[in-house]
T-cell receptor
Framework: SQQGEEDPQALSIQEGENATMNCSYKTSINNLQWYRQNSGRGLVHLILIRSNEREKHSGRLRVTLDTSKKSSSLLITASRAADTASYFCATDSGDSSYKLIFGSGTRLLVRP | DTEVTQTPKHLVMGMTNKKSLKCEQHMGHRAMYWYKQKAKKPPELMFVYSYEKLSINESVPSRFSPECPNSSLLNLHLHALQPEDSALYLC????????????????FGSGTRLTVV
């Protein structure tokens, strides 16, 4: 089952620009996580934001969480070609702290 | 050691074969997971192990059989697979403390690309 929907499905930007990806989810959550996946490889954990947090930063990443709207956004500032990847949000399933369910993902292309 | 190691990286098997995927971590994580990912789709949860016990089986067909011999190893035994089982199989691990493992960041392996012919 899929908990989150992300938009856009695909995003193409110029190097140096900012990239914003959005994630909406359906049930109450304890936390929301963002992962990056380079083409056909394993996922890399980027950031975790808990349900009582509204914003979190890590380097060039900024994540916001709005639990009233059941949505989150990931902002990558000053993008680089190396940021080209798929980005997934993931949440616990609401009824189980043992399931991490991934959203549909955004494919980001950063053009040099 | 902050890695999850999966072997093999690529596997081609016939529908009558038996094979196993292996996953190893030495981070002291007590929760381990198998995910299946088809092209351009998100990873789908298959199994969750917590302290070497199977906690969740997401209604996975019995031709997939997980095994957790100890806290560092996770296997996925494959038997009589179908071509539609061809996918990237990802192993992951995380801490498993009071709030439950889904409240911690997961560390993923680089996956096994499985092709069933």
């Amino acid at each position: 089952s899929q908990q989150g929907e992300e938009d856009p499905q695909a995003l193409s930007i110029q190097e140096g620009e900012n990239a914003t990806m959005n994630c909406s989810y359906k049930t109450s959550i304890n936390n929301l996580q963002w992962y990056r996946q380079n083409s056909g490889r394993g996922l890399v954990h980027l950031i975790l934001i808990r349900s009582n947090e509204r914003e979190k930063h890590s380097g060039r990443l900024r994540v916001t969480l709005d639990t009233s709207k059941k949505s989150s956004s990931l902002l990558i500032t000053a993008s680089r070609a190396a940021d080209t990847a798929s980005y997934f949000c993931a949440t616990d399933s609401g009824d189980s702290s043992y399931k991490l369910i991934f959203g549909s993902g955004t494919r980001l292309l950063v053009r040099p | 050691d902050t890695e999850v190691t999966q072997t093999p990286k690529h596997l081609v098997m016939g529908m009558t074969n038996k094979k196993s995927l292996k996953c190893e971590q030495h981070m002291g994580h007590r929760a381990m997971y198998w995910y299946k990912q088809k092209a351009k789709k998100p990873p789908e949860l298959m199994f969750v192990y917590s302290y070497e016990k199977l906690s969740i089986n997401e209604s996975v067909p019995s031709r997939f059989s997980p095994e957790c011999p100890n806290s560092s190893l996770l296997n996925l035994h494959l038997h009589a697979l179908q071509p539609e089982d061809s996918a990237l199989y990802l192993c992951a691990s995380s801490q498993d403390k009071g709030q439950g493992p889904a409240n911690y960041g997961y560390t993923f392996g680089s996956g096994t690309r499985l092709t069933v012919v």
